[in-house]
């Protein structure tokens, strides 16, 4: 290519740059004046509902406090395990437990899993991986979470006929309206910034069919891998059920997967480190729409959060240190 024809693709390059980059900060602006606008006239409101969701909970159980800790910890000792089912080569366990811990760290200072998945590709290239091989562990690794995600609903609904009779008809008290339209605001403005990158997405989705061709003749360790994605699900949900439980809530499991869902389909959109401020409205919004108080939905999402965004970043933030120090990455 001469150099003529190379600075003429960088001038195009560094155009569409220019193009694309005011409306994609326009809509960031967009969503970031919502969450204003939330804590204006949904938070503020509620000051007292939320001071009484402190003292909530200065009253939680610590048995299940322990619970979550313990249930959030074994999230990354099977993230972990899911790699090393997918991967071409191999990995070893302990360090590879290591980064999914640093991974965590990355994707709290990160909107929409960015973190983690960056992580984890450097880390399979450091591990002998081709750009296609990392890739396509990474690609397979999230495909499988969402398709765990969904069977496990499934099953709730194949196995209990009851299951979800609670999550049938939730009931909406006329004050979470305010949260409930700052929810649904959120999710739109997201779906405004992703209309910018429906090229991006197809793409996407076309590599992850031709990557996926590449596990064809490894369908055991697809299994293995399904199954570790499975249990993730479950301890996830099962972290929800306990931070629930610890501020004196009660919610079953196929309620709390559909708080957890909502949470992390809103957390995942809200374009703000680790989902931050968007997972919380999520949380609170679902658990009150099934008929939880307010001042204990807020409690609920509060010590969840602390737990799984806070604790997690104080975790993962020494876990990268260790990684990068060790040059696992």
């Not at 004196?248 to 309620?255: E, R």
Request: glycine fraction near 6%; proline fraction near 3%.
């Amino acid at each position: 290519m001469s150099d003529k024809s190379s600075i003429e693709m960088s001038s195009q390059q560094s155009r569409l740059r220019s193009e694309l980059l005011p409306k994609n900060s326009k809509a960031r602006l967009i969503v970031y004046g919502l969450f204003l606008l939330a804590v204006v006239f949904v938070l503020i409101p509620q000051i007292d509902i939320l001071i009484d969701s402190i003292t909530v909970l200065r009253t939680v159980s610590w048995v299940y406090v322990a619970a979550v800790l313990v249930t959030t910890v074994a999230t990354y000792f099977v993230a972990a395990l899911i790699y090393l089912a997918l991967s071409f080569h191999p990995l070893r366990y302990r360090r590879t437990v290591l980064v999914q811990m640093a991974g965590m760290f990355v994707n709290r200072l990160l909107p929409s899993g960015i973190g983690s998945i960056s992580v984890s590709y450097l880390y399979l290239r450091q591990s002998g991986h081709q750009v296609a091989q990392a890739a396509s562990v990474v690609t397979v690794n999230n495909a499988l979470g969402l398709l765990a995600h969904v069977s496990v609903a499934a099953m709730l609904v194949l196995f209990s006929s009851n299951a979800f009779s609670a999550v049938a008809a939730p009931r909406l008290p006329q004050k979470t309206a305010w949260l409930l339209l700052f929810v649904l605001a959120v999710i739109v403005a997201a779906l405004y910034i992703a209309q910018h990158f429906r090229h991006k997405i197809v793409l996407a989705l076309r590599q992850f069919i031709v990557q996926l061709a590449s596990f064809r003749t490894r369908k055991a360790r697809l299994a293995i891998a399904f199954g570790a994605s499975t249990c993730l699900v479950l301890l996830n949900v099962l972290s929800l059920m306990f931070a629930v439980r610890a501020v004196h809530g009660n919610v079953n499991f196929a309620v709390a997967l559909a708080v957890f869902t909502s949470g992390l389909i809103v957390g995942t959109l809200t374009p703000t480190p680790g989902g931050l401020g968007g997972a919380e409205a999520g949380l609170v919004a679902a658990l009150i729409a099934y008929g939880m108080p307010l001042r204990t939905a807020i409690a609920a999402a509060v010590l969840y959060r602390i737990i799984s965004y806070w604790f997690a970043l104080i975790l993962g933030g020494t876990a990268f240190v260790v990684v990068d120090r060790r040059k696992y990455l």
